[in-house]
């Protein structure tokens, strides 16, 4: 299945020995110059009589990059703070999914900042520019922007290994900076860029033009009222709806994503919710986040509050996207705020995870849990949920309200082991802007830590489906467990278990 070895699972934990380079053959492909310019970016192709072009770093690279480096220190405080004070205590060392999947030493998360650190005390210290090799600085030169764009392409900026520093380092940070100084020097990835070059020209990661959306829209509901016998609908740009619901664009055909938008929809059916999509911000997604940029963050985010006041909506619900939760949760109103034209009874924006709870605590939805009594369901928090933002209007809300919802419509629950789960959670190996096919070893090596916790699961726990609220998680899942033996349709999206419980009025079951 693969030319490269598959790890075993194990109990977990297992440890690695570290084993020098053996991921430093690996990076993503490179953005190509008109890629990078539609993020206003640049960059620099030459061509090759009868071979592929290459894509290289652009004219002085060097001191742009330093000059770039110079700039987020003084914009980003906490950038600064990680370069000046990890002591080196070796807390995070095998924190990392990466290094427990590949045994590369340059995967631990202490090792990972010192590639961006030592370049960093060499233009930027002291210590570092009049006496380097003491400091262990060193220059920067074409070989160490390689090592940079190979490894910091090997972090999914999950942030677990920040929850176990004593100093809350958080490698995802120096991440970021280190592919914004890239993208800046003509070395952007090719799938970050390329996707959101897609969101500014179409307005979705997938390029699914609004008429095809439409299409997408009108077959899920002859679809559904198929199934159900209830004309559940799917509403695209409809003015004065009172939600304007963004959702990872996933969620419009891929398996199990799609399921998930159909319990959604349900949920709005059940409880007479006005709601709309919106062709201009169809799409949750923020790739911003992933390369650091905050200006194509903020060009990303602001589709959504011009989409939001053009339909003149009252509240914004986010579906299931771990990272866009993210974005949302914690920078939305910075970046495209204020909000005040909303409806301020509601949190902006809600998730809609909230959305369903409140529901189901009310008494809105008639649910059946038995008809997911075929399944025992684990849930696996994802790491842009669980790390890097919040739920509900109190601490932990991000833990318990998914767990909530998936209890309160099926029957079989049971959380894989302490130490994977919550704040703790191992990332599914595709986050940060890596779940790429070019990145496919390390997707594949990146899993073991989840897949081993699953395993234990299914194991002891008889675990049959694992149930997520990220689009890429969900991706990852079904096309890298299959390499551990487990099947894709074992991953399941929360709200595909509301929506197998939801009984609508006037349902008729496919089984009637
Ligand atoms: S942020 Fe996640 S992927 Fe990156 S070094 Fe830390 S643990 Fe590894
Ligand atoms: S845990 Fe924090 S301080 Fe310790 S080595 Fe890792 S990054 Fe440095």
Redesign the pocket.
């Known amino acids: 299945m693969a030319d490269y070895e598959v790890p075993e699972l194990k109990e977990y934990p297992v440890v690695p020995l570290p084993v020098e380079g053996t991921m430093e053959h690996l990076s993503p492909f490179v953005a190509k110059p008109e890629f990078q310019e539609a993020l206003n970016y640049v960059g620099k192709k030459i061509e090759k009589e009868g071979e592929m072009p290459e894509y290289v770093l652009v004219d002085g690279w060097h001191d742009k990059a330093i000059e770039k480096m110079g700039d987020l220190l003084g914009r980003y405080r906490g950038f600064q703070v990680f370069m000046d ?9 095998d924190k990392c999914h990466y290094f427990i999947g590949t045994k590369d030493p340059k995967n631990m ?2 090792a990972r ?1 010192d590639l961006l650190r030592s370049v960093y005390r060499r233009y930027f210290t002291f210590a570092g520019k009049f006496f380097p090799k003491l400091v262990g600085a060193r220059d920067l030169t074409e070989d160490v922007v390689q090592e940079w764009y190979s490894y910091f392409h090997q972090c999914s900026e999950c942030r677990r ?1 920040s929850v ?4 809350g ?1 958080d ?1 995802a940070e120096v991440t970021m900076a280190a592919r914004e100084i890239m993208a800046h020097i003509g070395k952007g990835q090719k799938y970050n860029n390329e996707i959101i070059g897609k969101v500014f020209t179409i307005g979705n990661n997938l390029g699914l033009p609004e008429k095809a959306l439409a299409n997408v829209l009108e077959g899920l509901e002859e679809d559904v009222e198929y199934d159900i016998e209830v004309p559940v609908k799917f509403p695209l740009d409809k003015k004065g709806a009172d939600i304007l619901l963004v959702t990872p664009s996933a969620d419009f055909f891929a398996e199990p994503h799609i399921d998930g938008l159909i319990g959604y929809a349900k949920v709005f059916h059940a409880t007479n919710t006005s709601w709309t999509l919106s062709s201009r911000a169809s799409e949750a997604a923020n790739f911003g986040l992933f390369i650091g940029s905050y200006e194509n963050m903020q060009r990303i985010s602001m589709r959504i509050r011009t989409a939001a006041l053009e339909l003149g909506v009252k509240r914004i619900v986010y579906g299931e996207c771990g990272h866009a939760w993210r974005v949302g949760y914690s920078f939305l109103n910075t970046l495209a705020g204020p909000f005040d034209f909303l409806d301020q009874n509601y949190p902006v924006p809600q998730h809609i995870c909230e959305f369903t709870l409140d529901k189901l605590q009310k008494g809105e939805l008639n649910i059946d849990k038995s008809r997911n009594d075929d399944k025992t369901v684990t849930f696996h928090d994802s790491c842009n949920v669980a790390r890097a933002s919040g739920m509900g209007n109190y601490p932990g809300g991000q833990f318990d309200i998914p767990r909530a919802v998936i209890n309160a419509v099926c029957n079989n629950y049971v959380d894989m082991e302490p130490g994977t789960t919550h704040d703790a959670t191992f990332c599914c190996g595709g986050g940060g802007g890596l779940l790429t096919d070019d990145l496919m070893e390390l997707r594949v090596k990146g899993i073991l830590p989840r897949a081993s916790a699953l395993n234990n699961a299914v194991n002891e726990n008889g675990v049959t489906h694992m149930a997520a609220i990220c689009a890429i998680c969900k991706s990852q899942f079904t096309k890298v467990l299959p390499y551990y033996g487990f099947t894709m349709d074992q991953i399941v999206s929360v709200h595909q278990l509301v929506s197998e419980a939801i009984i609508l009025e006037g349902q008729v079951d496919p089984e009637d």
């Not at 004070?85 to 060392?93: M, R």
């Not at 176990?164 to 100093?167: A, G, I």
């Open positions: 004070s990890c002591v080196k205590c070796g807390a995070c060392t998360p202490v900042q290994c176990f520093c004593p100093y380092i490698t």
